[in-house]
Every structure is written in structure tokens, then in C-alpha cells.
């Protein structure tokens, strides 16, 4: 049986590393995959303590989540293509049309 901690310490290496992924990388996409690796460390430890407390509250949570980030990923990618198609590019320090 694996133990609550060891879904805990599982989700926050996951958070870690998409944390890490935000701030280092360059690549749009990548910065998109690390932000989708930060929802499923939290849908984990969601789930972990749902299943932990006999609750379902937790699933209920997971997938509206999950809805969410498939929104956002659709709306991400397609504005990442658009972006692609007039700059040529997927580094976002050449991505200076955002600005005010």
C-alpha cells in the first residue's frame, strides 16, 4: 500500500520541476508542458487526499481541472501557431508584439 506522503513527495517533485521548467525555459512549448505538469501534480495530491479521506470531492475537482487545462491548451497552442506563423519562432524573448 503506498502511503499519502509518497503522493505528496511524488506531486511536489512534479510542481518542482514544472516550476523549473517555467522559469528556465525559452520555448513556448515547453513553457506549455510545464505549466500542464503543474495541474497533474496538483490533480495528484487532489486525488491522493480524496482518496485518503473516503471523500469524492477530490475526482470532482480532478475533473474540472483536467476541462480547464484542456481549454487552456487548446487556446494556448492555437495562439503559439499563430504567433509561430508571423515570427517564425517559438523563443519568447523574440515575442515582443504582447507589449503594450
Given amino acids: 500500500m503506498i502511503t499519502l506522503s509518497a503522493y505528496v513527495v511524488v506531486a511536489m517533485v512534479l510542481f518542482g ?23 497533474n501534480a496538483a490533480n495528484l495530491t487532489l486525488i491522493a487526499f480524496s482518496r485518503a479521506l473516503n471523500v469524492l ?21 492555437a495562439m503559439v501557431i499563430t504567433l509561430f506563423r508571423n515570427r517564425e519562432t517559438v523563443n519568447i524573448d523574440r515575442y515582443n508584439i504582447l507589449k503594450w
Fill in 17 to 39: 520541476i514544472g516550476v523549473i521548467g517555467v522559469l528556465v525555459s525559452r520555448n513556448v512549448i515547453i513553457l506549455f508542458m510545464s505549466v500542464e505538469l503543474m495541474l
Fill in 57 to 77: 470531492d477530490g475526482h470532482v475537482f480532478v475533473f474540472l481541472v483536467l476541462t480547464i487545462a484542456a481549454a487552456e491548451a487548446a487556446v494556448g497552442l
